[in-house]
């Protein structure tokens, strides 16, 4: 849960190359945005992420516009879709959405947690020493460790308003009516969400979600050593639904696949993120990208 809009600038150049706007912001109290370190709560990112799709279409009226969230993100963009006015999206595409809920986490965590953030909601902790490997992208974790707007540290009361979210995200599935298409993205080498919490999610979510496991992945799937891998399955799925086709079918991926045609529509390609953006062509189709953390165990 440190991350920020910075987790876009791999994939945003790349999908701009192929005709999708990606349009990145920070969430409240990450990165560059207001109030860094204090947690704004799940509704208030729901809203965000409510506001952002509304001023994207504001912006590219009548283009689609699919909603991309990466862990915390990613229980942002599944949570929306649970709500009683959920963004009105073409699609929504969770990378290893935060799904780790209470539920499913020792009860010594669970009491430690509650204790903490109603006694010491201040006090700060790190993830050094759990030995965590959030991505086989090396060079990349070493350039967040020395990124300023990367947090390095989290306040105990962030860290319960995280499992709030996840909680609020893994309950999200039997909430759902009549929900945009989704595409549900985990790595097989994940250790920040567990396994079982991933599991359960996708077969609460059953038919309603297409499926892609990543035999080589990890939980920073769009900034992996194979994230090129994830960036085109993203793109298949777009282009099927763009293109009105039947949707891929859920799978396990270990090999490359090969590049998605683009859409036929007339294409105009920026990448942008928050405070900055490049001028280009006409667009066919714009993804709002909610602003993705890494979830602490």
């Keep these: ?28 109290g990450f990165g560059a945005a207001p109030d860094r ?29 699919f909603a991309l969230g990466e862990s915390m993100g990613g ?4 949570s929306a879709l649970a ?8 699609g929504a595409i969770l990378a290893a959405p935060a799904v780790w809920a209470r539920e499913d986490m020792p009860l010594s965590y ?8 109603h006694l010491v909601p201040w006090l700060k902790l790190s993830g ?31 860290i319960y308003g995280l499992v709030n979210l996840m909680d609020r995200a893994r309950r999200a599935p039997e909430h759902l009516i009549a929900p945009p298409p989704i595409l549900y993205l985990y790595g097989a080498h994940d250790q920040i969400i567990p396994r079982k919490s991933a599991k359960d999610t996708i077969a609460a979510l059953g038919r309603r979600a297409t499926v892609v496991e990543f035999a080589h992945g990890y939980h920073m799937l769009l900034r992996d050593l194979d994230r090129k891998l994830v960036w085109r ?7 099927a639904h763009l293109s009105r086709i039947p949707a891929m079918p859920s799978t396990r991926i270990s090999s490359g696949i090969p590049p998605a045609k683009t859409s036929t529509l007339a294409a105009h390609k920026i990448a942008a993120r928050a405070g900055r953006s490049s001028k280009r062509s006409e ?15």
């Design 1 to 28: 849960m440190s991350d920020y809009s910075e987790a876009f600038d791999m994939p945003g150049p790349w999908f701009a190359a192929h005709g999708i706007t990606m349009l990145a912001y920070d969430q409240r």
């Design 37 to 65: 370190g204090i947690w704004a709560g799940g509704s208030r990112m729901r809203q965000d992420l409510s506001d952002m799709v509304t001023a994207v279409k504001a912006r590219y009226p009548g283009l689609p516009v």
């Design 75 to 78: 229980a942002v963009v599944l």
């Design 83 to 90: 709500d009683h006015d959920p963004p009105r999206i073409a």
């Design 110 to 117: 669970r009491v430690v947690l509650f204790l903490a953030a």
């Design 128 to 158: 050094q020493g759990l030995h965590i490997m959030p991505s086989d992208n090396i060079p990349m974790l070493i350039k967040l460790s020395r990124d300023p707007l990367f947090q390095h540290h989290a306040r105990v009361d962030q």
């Design 233 to 239: 399955t993203i793109l298949k799925w777009v282009d």
């Design 283 to 297: 667009q066919n189709r714009a993804v709002a990208v909610e602003k993705s953390h890494r979830s602490t165990r």
